[in-house]
């Protein structure tokens, strides 16, 4: 799977227990520059699998997953759920505005990641989902 991890990786493949190292002792100081990155698989005549992520600090992350399928007109797009009925918008950084009812745990998150190297095809079912589509974003 291709990641890009904050100012550290771009665009590499990197194992799943690497990855998950990544993740687990991940610091401050690593958050200074950036916030962000993603875990992608391409599948040749049949789309991409991106999951994108966004740290809030080193014990929260937002996820994102979008299942890019050619044969279809309008991609799925899911991001993390948190039960919170909080739909306020915030800036997640860079003048990324996602809902604070997407914010979840470090472990939790790992155990998406964990899943998604197993299963890419499949939204994982550690963690509730909503679907872009149904989010009141800022014009």
Not at 58 to 68: G, P
Not at 74 to 88: P, R, V
Not at 105 to 114: E, F, G, M, Q
Not at 123 to 131: F, P
Request: aromatic content about 10%; some cysteine.
């Amino acid at each position: 799977m291709f990641v890009s991890f904050l100012d550290q990786i771009d665009h590499e493949i990197i194992e799943k227990e690497q990855v998950i190292q990544l993740f687990a002792k991940i610091q401050a100081t690593d958050l200074e520059y950036s916030n962000s990155g993603y875990l992608a698989l391409d599948m040749p005549k049949q789309g991409q699998i991106i999951l994108l992520f966004w740290w809030v600090d080193t014990t929260h992350l937002i996820l994102r997953y979008d299942k890019n399928i050619p044969t279809v007109q309008q991609g799925e797009s899911w991001l993390s759920c948190n039960e919170d009925l909080n739909l306020a918008l915030f800036d997640v950084g860079d003048d990324t505005w996602l809902p604070l009812n997407s914010i979840i745990s470090l472990d939790d998150a790992i155990n998406v990641i964990s899943e998604l190297y197993d299963q890419p095809l499949n939204l994982s079912n550690q963690i509730k989902w909503q679907n872009v589509a149904d989010v009141m974003w800022k014009d």
